[in-house]
């Protein structure tokens, strides 16, 4: 999934704002010891969230963990993301449940620097981001959930099999025929019979 799609979908969510207790400000975070966080989604934002990614379901969303400062004004957020989400099955749309359990690390830096040409390289390190005045754990736990999601989700047991389109009359090519040594292997075949 595109970074633009993450982010509109972090700021245009109405289950962010349904979640309380999930915005810090940062002058206000102790410096000497870590600010805990536990976030447990209701039913009323459970579907809020589900609509606004797209899913069929979304059954449980916890996120806890911790803020704490690194250094005189940088900050580590650490936690575990935890959901039960229902997508349709890419080849028989039938619904497949996904038990996402994931990690989530974030370092909030005030001199992060800002690029400022048209084409940007991406950071190795994609965890960091800049400080602003307000830490958003909801839209950290929104993007996290995103980037967990599976891109195609199948039940088990169904492989997509191969679909031939062709006229009547013709013989359809597959995709073994297409592949650079099919016809060598047919040939080697042809050989090792012939012994």
Same mark, same amino acid.
């Given at each position: 999934?595109? *970074?633009?799609?993450?982010?509109?979908?972090?700021?245009?969510?109405?289950?962010?704002?349904? *979640? =309380?207790?999930?915005?810090?400000?940062? !002058?206000?975070?102790? %410096?000497?010891?870590?600010?805990?966080?536990?976030?447990? !989604?209701?039913?009323?934002?459970?579907?809020?969230?589900?609509?606004?990614?797209?899913?069929? &379901?979304?059954?449980?969303?916890?996120? %806890?963990?911790? *803020?704490?400062?690194?250094?005189?004004?940088?900050?580590?957020? =650490?936690? %575990?993301?935890?959901?039960? /989400?229902?997508?349709?099955?890419?080849?028989?749309?039938?619904?497949?449940? =996904?038990?996402?359990?994931?990690? /989530?690390?974030?370092?909030?830096?005030?001199?992060?620097?800002?690029?400022?040409?048209?084409?940007?390289?991406?950071?190795?390190?994609?965890?960091?981001?800049?400080? &602003?005045?307000?830490?958003?754990?909801?839209?950290?736990?929104?993007? !996290?959930?995103?980037?967990?999601?599976?891109?195609?989700?199948?039940?088990?047991?169904?492989?997509?099999?191969?679909?031939?389109?062709?006229?009547? &009359?013709?013989?359809? *090519?597959?995709?073994?025929?297409?592949?650079?040594?099919?016809?060598?292997?047919?040939?080697?075949?042809?050989?090792?019979?012939?012994?």
């Amino acid at each position: 999934m595109q *970074i633009a799609l993450i982010m509109l979908l972090i700021q245009e969510t109405k289950a962010r704002a349904m *979640i =309380t207790n999930a915005r810090f400000r940062v !002058a206000k975070l102790p %410096q000497n010891r870590p600010t805990q966080f536990d976030i447990r !989604a209701d039913g009323a934002v459970l579907a809020a969230l589900a609509d606004q990614l797209g899913v069929t &379901g979304l059954r449980k969303l916890r996120f %806890q963990g911790d *803020i704490r400062a690194m250094g005189k004004s940088d900050w580590r957020l =650490t936690g %575990q993301l935890g959901a039960t /989400v229902v997508q349709p099955c890419v080849v028989t749309l039938h619904p497949v449940t =996904t038990r996402i359990d994931t990690e /989530v690390s974030r370092q909030f830096l005030l001199d992060m620097p800002d690029p400022t040409w048209d084409e940007v390289e991406m950071p190795k390190d994609d965890s960091q981001e800049p400080l &602003g005045d307000i830490i958003d754990i909801s839209a950290v736990m929104v993007e !996290a959930l995103v980037l967990a999601l599976p891109e195609f989700p199948r039940r088990d047991g169904v492989e997509l099999g191969e679909a031939v389109y062709i006229e009547p &009359g013709r013989i359809a *090519i597959q995709d073994e025929d297409t592949r650079p040594f099919a016809q060598l292997s047919g040939l080697r075949d042809a050989l090792t019979r012939k012994k």
